[in-house]
């Protein structure tokens, strides 16, 4: 089994910064990759971020150039900087583990609200 913990959101200005975080326990070990999605009331859950366990990277264009995944040391950790906030960021932001076997796991997901 794993778990997912998500820290770090908030409520922000536009223009600002918050960072996300998200560590997972359990069997971890031979993860493909964590990343971070998110949801706006309405909408479907969509990619934000990802990274693999060879620290290969991957963006929602719309991210693009303002905000940066990354690993912690304990490799088990992921991080996301989200500088130059809009208000079109504002959603939930669940953190996500895929591991072999197409299997994947959610956190419950922390709200993020830019305001304008």
């Known amino acids: 089994q794993v778990q997912l913990v998500e820290s770090g959101g908030g409520l922000v200005q536009a223009g600002g910064s918050l960072r996300l975080s998200c560590a997972a326990s359990?069997?971890?070990?031979?993860?493909?990759?964590m990343g971070w999605y998110r949801q706006a009331p309405g909408n479907q859950r969509e990619l934000v971020a990802t990274i693999t366990s060879g620290g290969s990277t991957k963006y929602a264009d719309s991210v693009k150039g303002r905000f940066t995944i990354s690993r912690g040391n304990a490799k088990n950790t992921v991080f996301l900087q989200m500088n130059s906030l809009k208000p079109e960021d504002t959603a939930g932001y669940y953190c996500n583990i895929a591991l072999p076997y197409r299997r994947e796991y959610w956190g419950q997901g922390t709200q993020v609200t830019v305001s304008s």
């Open positions: 359990g069997s971890t070990f031979s993860f493909t990759s």
